[in-house]
């Protein structure tokens, strides 16, 4: 069964940085497509960054230059780095393959102004 378990979230000063990871298991991790999204409060949720097998990127709009997607295939992981942070921010991140159906148990990012 794919297992996706995502870490790094908490809360930070708006204007500060987070790390997140997510940790991919059973399954061929180095030939997906992988994505974050998020959900905050009351919203649906929403596409954050991807990237492809081959390490191609991908960012909507609202993260475009404050976000970096990456991902190392010999430890089955994805990151987000995640600078200049803002209050809209604050949501729960989930990482998955997309259309893949499997998503982790997210991890809270909470950003104070």
């Known amino acids: 069964q794919v297992q996706l378990v995502e870490s790094g979230g908490g809360l930070v000063q708006a204007g500060g940085s987070l790390r997140l990871s997510c940790v991919a298991s059973r399954m061929p991790f180095r030939f997906l497509h992988m994505a974050w999204y998020r959900q905050a409060p009351g919203k649906q949720r929403e596409l954050v960054a991807d990237?492809?097998?081959?390490?191609?990127?991908n960012y909507s709009d609202s993260v475009k230059g404050r976000f970096t997607i990456s991902r190392d295939n010999a430890r089955n992981t994805m990151y987000l780095q995640m600078n200049s942070l803002k209050p809209d921010d604050t949501a729960v991140y989930y990482c998955t393959p997309p259309g893949s159906g499997s998503w982790g148990q997210g991890t809270q990012v909470t950003v104070s102004s």
């Open positions: 990237i492809t097998s081959g390490g191609s990127t």
